[in-house]
């Protein structure tokens, strides 16, 4: 099967599991397809960094928390019928999607630059670690700041609003959560086949030989950094509305790993893989987490067979060796 | 005698009490194969590393192309013309030897991102036409990983002509390969150095009396000799530090 193959039936699978839950009349199965694809959009932006550019972050939670803070602030000032702040100009909150967006891009865009810049100088177990420590200090940084709640978190009371729809509806969010997953999906594909991807491809496979044809590494590594830590961000102000409430537990190093798993399960450097894991990472949630609380124990269990016999993950396994366009 | 298009003025570099570069100066110009020979441990990894980028002199200068490169990184030398190919050959596995043009022809303007990287024509032209001229285009499209130990060979020196070389390092481009091989790569050499004058590292003394223009005697890091290839048979410095053994 080829890998185009499985990523329209993996995509095809969420929104007909979101569709079977409209007709079946259970909004609850609705709301676990939206999660699905949040959490996998989350994974499409560290995949993006794993995966195509061999940078093992393990701090993507702070992009992930920065978009949920960008919505929970913005949304919660609004509602409160509060001003951000009133100097040098009055900025009040807002609760349009379609500001939230483009400024929780841009924040966790600007940090994974500002962190990317640093954590690039080094590789191998020092990038995973100096990553990690950055997360870390914005995760203490959140639970230390008593104007947005704290350790409690910031409730978000009414859904942000999405021109046209309504998004209390759960198939109207869906609707949102997945389209936005559709385009960012293109986006990255088609990014993967410019000039850019086919570099990124290969400072991963051999920085040396990049070096030689007079392409600097960094800059090339640095600019994917970029575009990752926006992506999971995005996704970030994505589940904070779902939830409607934000916490620093979205910043926390447990929510890294959880990415790293959907990536590692789904397949890495797969385009749709993360969806993939997502999907069964929610899928085993609900099934043994309703069995006994210990489920991550089979979470765990399999983790480990995919690493050691299934490294492609489920969509490397269906699809085989990988190849460029 | 032109400007030397590469030129080593006093180079040092010494690791604790070893000097693996000692007062190093030589000249690569326009249209010559300058060899570098010398036995095993006389430097020539290191003064090639030094050359490239990837090592930083403790003393000396390094002028390519008329301006002085000692300071600079290696991918802004590359990007300057300076060409290298690798003792080991260093190929990006999974990439076909097409797609590794593709990008080399690429890699110094500005990187698109949108356009997919298989729709410039002209890159897409120039890519077969050196695919055609190292005899690789059966193979362009097999991924870098299967293919045979000459043609990965053919495949590096294809990659540093896709980047308008003005000088080629070569560590050691016939290491490895079997006599066949070896006559193809020798000859293709030949032709190469139309486009740009090679600095070649080579441990194979019939290639390197066969292509040489002028070969410098590298011995405990020092330059003990430059000369032509006939001057260099009957010096008795180097009969002795080397070809004597």
């Known amino acids: 099967m080829s890998e185009r193959v499985i990523s329209v039936a993996i995509l095809a699978a969420l929104i007909g599991a979101a569709f079977f839950g409209k007709l079946a009349d259970e909004p609850y199965i609705i709301t676990l397809a939206t999660k699905v694809a949040i959490l996998g959009l989350a994974g499409v932006g560290l995949n993006f960094a794993i995966g195509s550019g061999g940078m093992v972050s393990f701090g993507h939670a702070a992009y992930f928390g920065v978009g949920g803070y960008v919505t929970g602030i913005l949304a919660s000032t609004a509602l409160n019928y509060e001003v951000l702040t009133s100097w040098p100009i009055e900025i009040s909150g807002t609760t349009q999607m379609l500001i939230h967006w483009p400024i929780a891009i841009a924040l966790s865009a600007g940090l994974a630059l500002l962190i990317g810049a640093m954590s690039l100088r080094t590789s191998g177990v020092y990038f995973i670690m100096i990553t990690l420590a950055f997360a870390q ?16 978190g910031l409730p978000i009371y009414v859904r942000s609003d999405f021109p046209g729809l309504n998004t209390l509806d759960p198939i109207s969010f869906f609707g949102v959560a997945c389209g936005l997953l559709l385009a960012v999906l293109w986006g990255v594909a088609r990014l993967m086949r410019s000039p850019f991807g086919l570099a990124l491809e290969a400072v991963r496979q051999n920085p040396a030989r990049v070096t030689a044809m007079g392409l600097g590494q960094y800059r090339v590594q640095l600019t994917a950094f970029v575009i990752s830590g926006a992506i999971t961000g995005l996704a970030g102000a994505l589940y904070a509305d779902l939830n409607r409430f934000v916490s620093p537990s979205m910043l926390s190093w447990a929510t890294s790993g959880e990415i790293m798993i959907f990536v590692i399960l789904g397949g890495v450097g797969r385009l749709a893989g993360p969806v993939a894991g997502a999907a069964l990472f929610i899928i085993l949630e609900q099934i043994l987490g309703g069995w006994t609380e210990h489920w991550q124990f089979f979470l765990g269990v399999m983790l480990i067979v995919v690493v050691l016999y299934a490294r492609g993950g489920i969509v490397g396994t269906l699809a085989g060796r990988r190849r460029y366009g | 005698m032109d400007e030397p298009i590469l030129s080593v003025r006093g180079l040092r570099k010494s690791f604790g009490a070893l000097k693996a570069t000692d007062d190093v100066s030589l000249d690569l110009v326009a249209g010559e194969i300058h060899a570098l020979i010398g036995p095993n441990g006389a430097g020539k990894s290191t003064l090639i590393a030094q050359l490239s980028g990837t090592l930083c002199p403790d003393a000396g200068q390094i002028r390519f192309g008329g301006r002085n490169v000692t300071e600079l990184a290696p991918a802004k030398r590359a990007a300057l013309g300076l060409a290298r190919t690798f003792q080991v050959s260093s190929v990006l596995p999974e990439f076909s030897a097409r797609q590794h043009l593709r990008l080399a022809c690429q890699a110094r303007g500005s990187l698109g991102f949108w356009r997919r990287a298989d729709r410039f ?42 980047g308008a070389p003005r000088a080629f390092l070569m560590d050691e481009p016939m290491a490895g390969l079997g006599a066949e091989g070896n006559a193809d790569l020798t000859q293709m050499l030949r032709t190469l150095k139309a486009d740009a004058p090679i600095l070649l590292v080579e441990h194979d003394m019939d290639a390197v009396f066969a292509l040489a223009d002028r070969i410098s005697v590298l011995v405990y890091g020092r330059v003990i000799a430059t000369g032509t290839a006939d001057e260099i048979r009957v010096n008795q410095d180097v009969q002795e530090a080397y070809l004597g053994t």
């Open chain 1, 137 to 152: 200090m914005i995760y203490y940084f959140a639970i230390s700041w008593p104007s947005y709640g704290g350790e409690d």
């Open chain 2, 121 to 162: 024509t002209n890159v897409e032209d120039r890519a077969d036409q050196l695919l055609r001229r190292v005899g690789l285009t059966a193979d362009a499209d097999v991924p870098a990983t299967d293919l045979s130990h000459g043609a990965r060979r053919r495949l590096e020196v294809a990659l540093a002509l896709a």
